[in-house]
C-alpha cells in the first residue's frame, strides 16, 4: 500500500471554509487507498499574531517561551483539521510535534531536527486513521518544545516522509509548482515539471521562496521524492523534485530557471570585524534569526545588495552553458560592473548587482536563457 505525506501551508487552511476543502482533499486522496500524513501550518497569519502578542507583553521575551507561545498556532489547525476529516466520515488523529517523534537540538526559534521517531504515527496508520501533525515543531533532548524556524513546516514534512519511507512528500500551497522564475517580475515565466533535488536546492538557496531549504536538503540527503503542488488542483500536478538518477538516466546538464534574492546586504573587508557583534544585536533585539550566508537583515553599516542566480543541474561546470550565460549577462548590460562579483557553483551561477537592477537582470536572464527552452 503507497503511503503519501501531504503538508498544507497556512493560506491553504486560513479559515474553516479552506481547512474543510483540505479535509475533502486528503479524504479523496486516502480513497485511492493509500495511507495519508497530513502536516499542517499555523491558519493564515496565526504565527505573526503571537509574535505581535508577545511583542505587546515584552520587547525582550525569552526564547523558549516564545516557541511554546507559537507551537500552538500549528495546534489549532492539527486539531480542527482532524475534526473536520471526522466529520466526513474519515479516522484521523492529531499529534504535536514531540508526541510524532520528531526531536531537535536544542536552538529555541531555529532548531535542527536530529532524530525522527514516528512510533504514534505508524500506530494511528495500522488503524487506517489519517494522522495530522503539527509542522514547524519538534522537541529537544531536554524535553523542551522547539521550532523549525520560519516556514519549517517543509521540514517537518520531508523528515516524517524519510522516517516513514513515503512513496512521495507532496507539499501544497497556492502556487502550482515551482516556476522557471517569480512570474510578478517575469512575464514569461512557467511553471516546470521536473527538477533534480540538487536544483531545488540551489533555487532554495538563491532567494526562491517556495521550499524552504532545510526541507530540501533533507530531502536530499534521504532521497525523498517532494511535489510540490497546488491545494485547490487535484493530487498528482504541480513539479516533481527527485534525485537526478530517479528516472533511471543521468541528467544532462541544463538551465532551468532563474530566480532573486532582494534581501541581502554586502559588507566591505573594513566591516568584518564588527559584522558578529553586529548580527548578536540585531538577532537578540528582533527576534530574527541571521544567516551569515544570506543576511536577510537590514543591517545599518552594510550596503543593500541582491542576487540573480541562473540555476540549474551543472550550469556551473558546463563551459558551453557558462559561455552562454556570460554573454547573456553582458548583453545585460553587466561588464562594466567591477564592484558587483559573481560566484559559480556547481548548480547555480550568481551574480551580485544593486537591488535596483535586480528584477531587469533577471527578465533579461530569463528571456535569453530560460524561454525557449524546453522544460521538462
Ligand atoms: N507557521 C510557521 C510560520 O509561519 C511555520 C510554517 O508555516 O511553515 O513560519
Ligand atoms: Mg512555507
Redesign the pocket.
Known amino acids: 500500500m503507497s503511503l503519501i505525506v501531504q503538508k498544507y501551508?497556512g493560506s491553504s487552511v486560513a479559515d474553516i471554509r479552506k481547512l474543510r476543502l483540505v479535509a475533502a482533499r486528503v479524504a479523496r486522496t486516502r480513497s485511492t487507498g493509500a495511507s495519508v500524513v497530513v502536516v499542517v501550518?499555523a491558519m493564515g497569519n496565526t504565527t505573526n499574531e503571537l509574535l505581535a502578542l508577545a511583542r505587546q507583553v515584552t520587547e525582550t521575551p525569552g526564547r523558549r517561551e516564545l516557541d511554546m507561545l507559537i507551537s500552538v498556532g500549528e495546534r489549532v489547525s492539527m486539531t480542527l483539521l482532524a475534526m473536520a476529516l471526522a466529520d466526513l466520515g474519515v479516522p484521523a488523529r492529531s499529534f504535536t510535534g514531540s508526541q510524532s517523534g520528531i526531536v531537535t537540538d536544542e536552538h529555541h526559534a531555529n532548531a535542527r531536527v536530529v532524530e525522527v521517531r514516528p512510533e504514534r504515527v505508524r500506530e494511528a496508520l495500522n488503524c487506517g486513521e489519517v494522522a495530522i501533525i503539527a509542522g514547524f515543531q519538534g522537541v529537544s533532548r531536554q524535553r523542551e518544545v522547539t521550532t523549525l524556524g520560519r516556514?519549517g513546516?517543509?521540514t517537518t514534512a520531508v523528515v516524517l516522509a524519510a522516517a516513514l519511507g513515503a512513496d512521495e512528500c507532496e507539499i501544497c500551497?497556492d502556487v502550482d509548482g515551482i516556476w522557471s522564475a517569480d512570474p510578478r517580475t517575469v512575464p514569461g515565466a512557467r511553471r516546470i515539471e521536473r527538477l533534480t533535488v540538487d536544483e531545488a536546492l540551489a533555487l532554495a538557496q538563491n532567494g526562491a521562496k517556495v521550499l524552504?531549504e532545510e526541507a530540501v536538503a533533507w530531502a536530499q540527503r534521504e532521497g525523498v521524492v517532494i511535489r510540490a503542488s497546488q491545494t485547490d488542483q487535484p493530487p498528482g500536478g504541480g513539479t516533481v523534485i527527485a534525485p537526478a538518477s530517479h528516472d533511471g538516466g543521468a541528467s544532462q546538464s541544463r538551465i532551468v530557471a532563474v530566480t532573486a534574492d532582494t534581501q541581502l546586504a554586502r559588507c566591505g573587508m573594513e566591516h568584518l570585524d564588527a559584522l558578529p557583534g553586529a548580527c548578536i544585536r540585531f538577532a537578540d533585539a528582533s527576534g530574527v534569526v541571521v544567516d551569515l550566508r544570506n543576511l536577510h537583515a537590514p543591517l545599518s553599516f552594510l550596503a543593500p545588495a541582491a542576487s540573480v542566480a541562473v540555476v540549474g543541474s551543472r550550469v556551473g561546470c558546463d563551459p558551453a552553458l557558462l559561455k552562454r550565460i556570460f554573454a547573456a549577462a553582458r548583453a545585460a548590460g553587466l561588464e562594466n560592473d567591477v564592484a558587483f562579483p559573481w560566484h559559480a557553483a556547481a548548480d547555480a551561477v550568481v551574480f551580485f548587482v544593486d537591488p535596483t537592477r535586480a528584477a531587469a537582470l533577471e527578465r533579461s536572464l530569463h528571456a535569453a536563457l530560460v524561454s525557449e527552452a524546453r522544460l521538462s
Open positions: 501551508g501550518s516556514g513546516s517543509d500551497s524552504y
